[in-house]
């Protein structure tokens, strides 16, 4: 057998060695004194919704105002994401689940650090997003931005919907590729039916219930 081949069982060996040798950091401050100093409880708001639907829209307002209050908040967008994290990825069904898996990932080191993370992401499966929920535990909190396609093809700020109705893009959620809306999300907002500023409110309510901290 030639020097440069290892035998299959010693190179298992080595890879459950490496996963056996990685473990979680046990950091020396606590959830609680996270909260405690920034005033609010951590988290993860995953909005999902068709493109042109508003997620990214309520997600910057949303960032804004309670940046103002002086909450640590930030928004990850499906973009900007895509232009570097998820740079390598495409939009088949494997690579959205990989998109997916890694901002959940980090949605989630964000929320462990006391932020409440708010995502504006298609994510179009619910076995993706319910991947996140079973990450993430308690912090996820799933808000279904909920248009209809026709109006969001109506607004198609990128217009994105004509490019795929021309078939310039492949894949694209709604047209060539499915959507599936959550069945039971945490919080339900109807672009549709709503104004952006009743939109905000309805979120800026659900945030005071559940991420308001007292001791």
């Known amino acids: 057998m030639s020097s440069s081949v ?8 080595i890879i459950d060695m490496k996963s056996s040798n990685i473990q979680h950091t046990k950091h020396l401050v606590s959830p609680f004194d996270r909260c405690l100093k920034n005033g609010h409880r951590n988290g993860i708001l995953w909005f999902t919704g068709l493109s042109g639907s508003g997620k990214t829209t309520l997600a910057l307002e949303l960032e804004r105002i309670l940046f103002q209050k002086g909450w640590y908040t930030f928004v990850l967008d499906g973009d900007n994401i895509r232009h570097g994290l998820c740079a390598d990825l495409g939009f088949s069904a494997a690579d959205r689940a990989e998109n997916i898996r890694r901002i959940g990932e980090v949605a989630k080191l964000f929320a462990d650090s006391g932020c409440l993370v708010i995502t504006a992401f298609i994510s179009p499966y619910r076995k993706d997003r319910e991947q996140i929920r ?82």
């Open 6 to 13: 290892w035998p299959i069982t010693f190179i298992i060996f």
């Open 134 to 215: 079973i990450l993430s535990g308690d912090l996820f909190h799933e808000v279904y931005i909920a248009t209809p396609m026709e109006i969001c093809e109506q607004r198609d700020p990128k217009g994105l919907y004509a490019k795929a109705r021309r078939g310039e893009i492949e894949s694209f959620t709604g047209i060539s590729a499915p959507y599936e809306p959550p069945r039971t999300p945490d919080l339900l907002v109807e672009t549709s039916e709503l104004s952006i500023e009743a939109s905000l409110q309805q979120l800026l309510e659900y945030v005071g219930k559940k991420f308001t901290f007292t001791q």
